[in-house]
């Protein structure tokens, strides 16, 4: 069974710093890319940042210079380190990954979840 479980986040100040972590395990073949979304109450899931199995990466406007994501050589567990936050990066904050997994029929990719850490920013 495939698991994301993030963890990593908490209360923080204006201007603070949080690093955020997603591990995933399973019957995993190979993990493809991994997301951090975050979703503030009332508002609409958003995508936060994403990097591919080759390194690529990307981010929202409103955390370009802010947050970095990266991860460990095997891809197996990647990370949103969170620099000068305001309170309107106050979500909970989702990993999410596609990934090819072992099925009797053959390998195939999934779209996977974790269960989301709740990050508030607030004095």
């Known amino acids: 069974q495939v698991q994301l479980v993030e963890s990593g986040g908490g209360l923080v100040q204006p201007g603070g710093s949080l690093r955020l972590s997603c591990a995933a395990s399973g019957s995993i073949l190979s993990i493809n890319i991994m997301r951090w979304y975050r979703q503030a109450p009332e508002k609409q899931r958003e995508l936060v940042a994403a990097?591919?199995?080759?390194?690529?990466?990307d981010y929202a406007d409103s955390v370009k210079g802010r947050f970095t994501i990266s991860s460990d050589n095997a891809m197996n567990t990647v990370y949103l380190r969170m620099n000068s936050l305001k309170p309107e990066d106050t979500a909970v904050y989702y990993c999410?990954?596609?990934?090819?997994?072992?099925?009797?029929?053959?390998?195939?990719?999934?779209?996977?979840w974790g269960q989301g850490t709740q990050v508030t920013v607030s004095s």
């Open positions: 999410n990954a596609d990934l090819t997994v072992t099925r009797p029929s053959g390998p195939k990719e999934f779209r996977y």
């Open positions: 990097i591919t199995s080759g390194g690529g990466t």
